[in-house]
């Protein structure tokens, strides 16, 4: 059974830090490509950022391009999300995803439960 689980997320002052991390099992973390999306309330899911499965390359949504990062350790089945200079905007549920490196949701395959991040002004 293929599962996501995504931990990390919580409260945090805008200007703030966080970092998301996201286990994957039941699954070889090594040959998937994994993305991070997000949902606000009252949005449609969005594209965050994906990675490779060798980590040659990374894509970005333009809004979080030079405050997030993302990025992998296949040791440890793990996927991360480095999330600096938060805004209010950023407020969301983060899920992970795993299988696309696309901007697409449905490209991806598995999707984690997701986890809350607000960042207050």
């Known amino acids: 059974q293929v599962q996501l689980q995504e931990s990390g997320g919580g409260w945090v002052q805008a200007g703030g830090s966080l970092r998301l991390s996201c286990t994957v099992s039941?699954?070889?973390?090594?040959?998937?490509?994994m993305g991070w999306f997000r949902q606000a309330p009252g949005k449609e899911r969005e594209f965050v950022a994906a990675i490779l499965r060798n980590s040659f390359h990374s894509i970005y949504q333009e809004s979080v391009k030079g405050r997030f990062t993302i990025s992998r350790d296949n040791a440890k089945n793990t996927l991360y999300l480095d999330m600096n200079s938060l805004k209010p905007d950023d407020t969301a549920v983060y899920y992970c995803a795993a299988g696309g490196f696309s901007q697409a949701a449905a490209s991806y395959d598995y999707w984690g439960q997701g986890t809350q991040v607000t960042v207050s002004s």
């Open positions: 039941g699954r070889t973390f090594s040959r998937d490509d």
